[in-house]
């Protein structure tokens, strides 16, 4: 792979070996003249609707405040330290997802969402830790960073928001517009504002095994198949009435360990998992849907691509997207597999289409999931 100047000018393989997961990495002019891609007025509308999540963070004489969207006011821009955040800003705006999808060295199974922070002179959210890496992209006006490798990583009890009890600064570092801050999970930071600032964080998803193992089982308990019921045809007289039978329990268990599951299981159970869309996307079908002649026509001109908030994934020949999964063919999968690589399709790939992903690829239109190029 070639170097990245957003990485500065080291190849993805160079900075998953020395810096992801290991190590802070400043980029100055990671991306050059860099310009914000909406303005705070734009922001401030999509801290107001329901589906889109925000929050306002304030310090009023050190005591921290902070509020969940949506947010219909926020203070005004002469009042110093607020930050205004908002997430999920690729799903509202093209090219914040296009900025997204420059970090595509990395898995899409693993690219979160990119959040935007408004913040005005000395705004900031306090020093703290994230539990998951993040590239701090400034985007407008300029931020001071404060990080620290520090082990102590105690909170302050009783906040709002998470703040370190005892934050020791290691380095410090000035970010103007184009210049990026990557940070490893679980390091110490502090961004402050320097006059009125926007930040843009590339955030990433590692689901907690937690989270996933009672996922797995939920999935597994729409999967199992134990035939028959509880019989004991040699029953013994209770002596202890309220007491359980050993051999009752005995049988309970050689039947629940029937219960196996194997790699085609985990597959499918995590693409549907990793491709479900958050609770709060909403897709939106075209208003005027094409009838399905119209549609292939239009496809075939134009070509198809994946809406910003479609998540599709594929592994061998499982194929996901938006929590669904398929096991397709092998000239399927050519097609779909591009689909979900490029998230567009020209119209030369369609014509490679068999009718059963013509047909699964009209429904994604009418479902809002693909649309027309
Ligand atoms: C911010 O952009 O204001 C905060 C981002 C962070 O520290 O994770
Ligand atoms: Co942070």
């Given at each position: 792979?070639?170097?990245?100047?957003l990485?500065?000018n080291?190849t993805?393989a160079?900075?998953?070996?020395?810096?992801?997961?290991?190590?802070p990495?400043l980029?100055?002019?990671?991306?050059?003249?860099?310009?914000?891609l909406?303005?705070f007025?734009?922001?401030a509308?999509?801290?107001?609707?329901?589906h889109?999540?925000s929050?306002?963070?304030?310090?009023?004489?050190g005591q921290w405040?902070?509020?969940?969207?949506?947010?219909?006011?926020v203070p005004?821009?002469t009042?110093?330290?607020?930050?205004?955040?908002?997430?999920?800003?690729?799903?509202l705006?093209?090219?914040?997802?296009?900025?997204?999808?420059?970090?595509?060295?990395?898995?899409?199974?693993r690219?979160?969402d990119?959040?935007v922070?408004?913040?005005t002179?000395?705004?900031?959210?306090?020093?703290?830790?994230?539990?998951?890496d993040?590239?701090?992209l400034q985007?407008?006006?300029?931020?001071?960073?404060?990080?620290?490798a520090?082990?102590?990583?105690?909170?302050?009890?009783g906040?709002?928001?998470?703040?370190?009890?005892n934050?020791?600064?290691?380095?410090?570092f000035?970010?103007?517009p184009?210049?990026?801050l990557?940070?490893?999970?679980?390091?110490?930071?502090?961004?402050?504002?320097?006059?009125?600032?926007?930040t843009?964080?590339?955030?990433?998803?590692?689901?907690?095994?937690?989270?996933?193992?009672?996922?797995?089982?939920?999935?597994?308990?729409?999967?199992?198949?134990?035939?028959?019921?509880?019989?004991d045809p040699?029953?013994q007289?209770?002596?202890?009435p309220?007491?359980?039978?050993r051999?009752?329990l005995?049988?309970?268990?050689?039947e629940l360990?029937?219960v196996r599951?194997d790699?085609?299981d985990?597959?499918?159970f995590?693409?549907?998992?990793?491709?479900?869309?958050?609770?709060n996307?909403?897709f939106t079908?075209?208003?005027?849907?094409?009838?399905?002649g119209?549609f292939?026509?239009?496809a075939a001109?134009?070509?198809?691509?994946?809406?910003?908030?479609?998540?599709m994934?594929?592994r061998g020949?499982?194929?996901?997207?938006?929590?669904?999964?398929?096991?397709?063919n092998?000239?399927?999968k050519i097609?779909?597999?591009?689909?979900?690589?490029?998230r567009?399709?020209?119209?030369?790939?369609?014509?490679?289409?068999?009718?059963?992903?013509?047909?699964a690829?009209?429904?994604?239109?009418?479902?809002?999931w693909?649309?027309?190029?």
């Open positions: 792979m070639k170097k990245l100047q990485l500065g080291i993805p160079q900075f998953l070996r020395d810096y992801w997961h290991k190590k990495l980029i100055r002019n990671a991306i050059p003249g860099f310009k914000p909406l303005k007025d734009k922001l509308e999509a801290a107001r609707l329901n889109v999540e929050r306002l963070v304030t310090n009023v004489d405040d902070m509020q969940h969207g949506p947010l219909l006011e005004p821009r009042q110093r330290e607020w930050t205004l955040l908002v997430q999920g800003v690729n799903l705006d093209e090219r914040a997802d296009a900025l997204l999808r420059e970090f595509r060295f990395l898995p899409d199974a690219l979160d990119l959040m922070s408004y913040a002179d000395g705004g900031g959210v306090g020093p703290h830790f994230d539990s998951y993040v590239f701090l985007a407008q006006g300029k931020r001071r960073w404060k990080i620290s520090q082990q102590d990583l105690s909170l302050v009890d906040m709002p928001l998470k703040i370190l009890s934050f020791t600064p290691e380095e410090e000035v970010l103007e184009g210049d990026m990557y940070l490893p999970p679980h390091y110490a930071h502090d961004g402050v504002a320097e006059g009125e600032c926007m843009y964080s590339i955030g990433f998803r590692a689901p907690s095994f937690q989270e996933l193992g009672e996922a797995f089982l939920q999935f597994m308990a729409d999967s199992i198949d134990l035939p028959g019921r509880y019989a040699g029953l007289p209770a002596k202890n309220a007491e359980i039978p051999e009752m005995a049988s309970v268990t050689e360990n029937k599951w790699e085609e985990v597959t499918v995590f693409g549907e998992y990793m491709s479900e869309p958050k609770h996307v909403f079908p075209p208003p005027k849907p094409l009838v399905v119209r292939m026509e239009t001109k134009r070509g198809l691509k994946l809406s910003a908030k479609s998540l994934l594929y020949k499982h194929v996901f997207i938006n929590g669904e999964s398929f096991a397709v092998r000239a399927d097609v779909l597999d591009v689909l979900a690589n490029e567009r399709l020209t119209g030369e790939a369609l014509a490679q289409a068999s009718d059963d992903v013509l047909e690829l009209y429904t994604w239109y009418q479902d809002g693909v649309e027309l190029g």
